[in-house]
């Protein structure tokens, strides 16, 4: 059993910034890649950033240059920095993980960002 807990989602105003983190817990043997979706009401669940267990990352178009993925291997924590925040930021923001061996994928519960202009 696998459980992630999200944190730090929110009420900003356009331009502010928030920082969501994400923590593993359960039966983890070891973490292979760990990342951040949204899903925005009537659309589908995009990517937003990834992050390999060799710190390689990638970002959602809409995001590169604003927002910044990181981990915590020690903790079985992602981190996801987001600045420069705009309005179509808004979603719900759910943190994934798969490990080494498996192909399931993991998911956290989601936690709302919300980016008033």
């Known amino acids: 059993q696998v459980q992630l807990v999200e944190s730090g989602g929110g009420l900003v105003q356009a331009g502010g910034s928030l920082r969501l983190s994400c923590t593993a817990s359960g039966s983890i043997f070891s973490i292979k890649d760990m990342g951040w979706y949204r899903q925005a009401p009537g659309k589908q669940r995009e990517l937003v950033a990834v992050?390999?267990?060799?710190?390689?990352?990638n970002y959602a178009d809409s995001v590169k240059g604003r927002f910044a993925i990181s981990r915590d291997n020690a903790k079985n924590t992602v981190y996801l920095q987001m600045n420069s925040l705009k309005p179509e930021d808004t979603a719900v923001y759910y943190c994934?993980?798969?490990?080494?061996?498996?192909?399931?994928?993991?998911w956290g519960q989601g936690t709302q960002v919300t980016v008033s202009s």
């Open positions: 994934m993980i798969n490990l080494f061996g498996t192909f399931k994928v993991y």
């Open positions: 992050i390999t267990s060799g710190g390689n990352t």
